[in-house]
């Protein structure tokens, strides 16, 4: 009876260990702008007018409309915040569509951006982008 018992305190403790691992290493994937979606337009560079374009940020990942429409479904991206403004620079690579980066800076509710899509074969694509917060 007594082995029973201490077996299932034992259990008992590793579970809450292993719960407690399990949410520090989800904890480490979030991003500072996580939660956050902006709506605006993307716009080859040089040209002043563009398309519709929609960026989320969720687990430590910018989503982006257009670079999903090109496969790039998932590009982890990283902050640093200096005063009222966030910095973010996003990074994606693909075995079929080469690498799209992104920097970009959040001021208040504004989002601007520059990106560059290598893909190989093709000429470099820089684009922007300008768009506002979804509350």
Not at 15 to 24: F, G
Not at 25 to 39: P, Q, R, S, V
Not at 112 to 129: D, F, H, I, Q, R
Request: net charge positive; aromatic share 8%; glycine share 12%.
């Amino acid at each position: 009876m007594k082995t029973a018992a201490r077996t299932s305190i034992a259990l008992w403790i590793l579970c809450l260990m292993m719960c407690s691992m399990m949410s520090l290493a989800e904890a480490g994937t979030k991003g500072a702008l996580d939660g956050h979606t902006y709506i605006g337009t993307l716009g080859v560079k040089g040209l002043q007018t563009g398309g519709e374009e929609k960026i989320s940020f969720k687990n430590g990942a910018l989503y982006s409309s257009a670079c999903t429409n090109i496969g790039f479904k998932r590009i982890a991206y990283k902050t640093r915040k200096k005063g009222d403004v966030i910095t973010f620079t996003a990074k994606g690579v693909s075995k079929t569509e080469g690498k799209f980066k992104w920097q970009g800076t959040i001021q208040g509710d504004d989002l601007n951006a520059s990106t560059l899509w290598k893909k190989p074969g093709e000429p470099p694509n820089e684009s922007w982008v300008k768009a506002k917060l979804v509350k």
